[in-house]
């Protein structure tokens, strides 16, 4: 029995999170475990009527679970920044989530955009630093408002936070078992502080694991190569700001939003699963978004939970589907409305 709290959240979240429940039920019949769900209102509508974002007691509330089931956070009529920093980096940082995990796996030849490349060239996995770097909100306006203001951003990196990451993806690298490889990601050549400490740390780590080769990548040089040559890749490495970068243009060459999953993970507490395209406020209840993307958060969020029969299944299932009966990944040209797809999936597993 799993304790698994949901949270919706915002446009089209609701209803991909739908689904993907419906998922996790049959794969729970099928493989023999049970979840207890609660839902939370955390978003956008919620902020709307009372205010209120994301306070420490609903922090120590989620504590409770074995993990969270995230939709999408974002709304129109919300100022970007508030819900993004107020509920998703709360989260991140509270819960102590250091890892995004992003798998990018090519399906089917059909939906990449990239000329030639087939599934077995698109199959890596990017490990980003989630909870220092850029996105740690330190900075400052000097001058503000005047011809000499200044505006300070600080990429904020400890030796502990860098490490912990290292550390995890060569791990993630040697638990793949795959082509063993694991690239860092950076710039190494401009950033002469955040990076020395990434490289060094790097070098440092990769002494303890001799089964792994290991290389550096410049982050511009990454996304040439994730276009002209992605089967160069196994387990990438990288900081907060690449890796939201360059995920983004993994999850194109996959074939789109819609298949994207991703995890923020803590392994020694509680993590959160989501599809990484946002909340496509301009589709919500018209029943058109692609709902694999939420799907396969879901078969990320039970491989961690160690029902790793379950989220094969899943991934099956998902497989199965793309490619032998949806048109599109792309939503509104599926062939399918949003609840047929889940549907289908559950049929197929």
């Known amino acids: 029995m799993y304790k698994i709290a949901v949270i919706p959240g915002d446009g089209t979240g609701p209803e991909v999170i739908r689904e993907g429940m419906k998922v996790l039920a049959a794969a729970g019949k099928k493989f023999g475990f049970s979840y207890d769900a609660t839902t939370f209102d955390f978003g956008g509508e919620r902020y709307l009527k009372t205010g209120k974002i994301l306070d420490d007691s609903d922090v120590n509330e989620l504590r409770k679970y074995a993990a969270i089931y995230l939709g999408a956070i ?28 992003r ?34 909100g330190m900075g400052e306006f000097k001058d503000k408002g005047t011809k000499d203001e200044v505006a300070l951003q600080i990429s904020y990196n400890t030796r502990k936070g860098v490490e912990r990451c290292i550390r995890y993806a060569f791990e993630y690298c040697r638990a793949r078992n795959k082509r063993k490889k694991l690239t860092l990601v950076g710039k190494t050549n401009v950033l002469t502080y955040s990076f020395d400490l990434w490289e060094r740390v790097f070098h440092e780590v990769a002494k303890e ?15 040439m190569w ?4 992605p089967e160069w890749f196994d387990v990438l490495v990288t900081d907060n700001l690449f890796g939201d970068i360059i995920t983004d243009l993994g999850a194109m060459i996959q074939g789109g939003m819609g298949i994207a999953a991703g995890g923020n993970i803590n392994p020694a507490g509680v993590s959160m699963f989501e599809p990484i395209g946002g909340s496509a406020p301009k589709y919500t209840g018209k029943d058109v978004i692609n709902p694999l993307a939420a799907i396969c958060a879901g078969g990320m969020m039970l491989e961690t939970l160690g ?16 490619t032998t009966q949806m048109k599109s990944l792309a939503a509104g040209k599926m062939g399918y409305s949003t609840t047929q797809v889940g549907d289908l999936v559950v049929k197929s597993l």
């Not at 990017?126 to 740690?136: C, P, T």
Request: with cysteine; glycine share 4%.
């Open 74 to 101: 974002g709304h129109p009529d919300v100022k970007p920044g508030i819900l993004e920093k107020g509920i998703l980096l709360k989260l991140r940082f509270d819960l102590d989530q250091y890892i995004n995990l």
């Open 103 to 136: 798998p990018v796996k090519l399906y089917s030849s059909d939906f990449c955009p990239l000329k030639d490349k087939k599934p077995e060239d698109i199959d890596f996995v990017v490990v980003r630093e989630n909870s220092e770097g850029l996105y740690k």
């Open 209 to 223: 694991y001799p089964d792994i080769t290991t290389d550096y990548a410049h982050v511009d040089a990454t996304t």
């Open 226 to 229: 994730f276009v002209k040559n």
């Open 307 to 322: 029902e790793k029969k379950a989220a094969a299944a899943i991934e099956a299932a998902v497989i199965k589907v793309a």
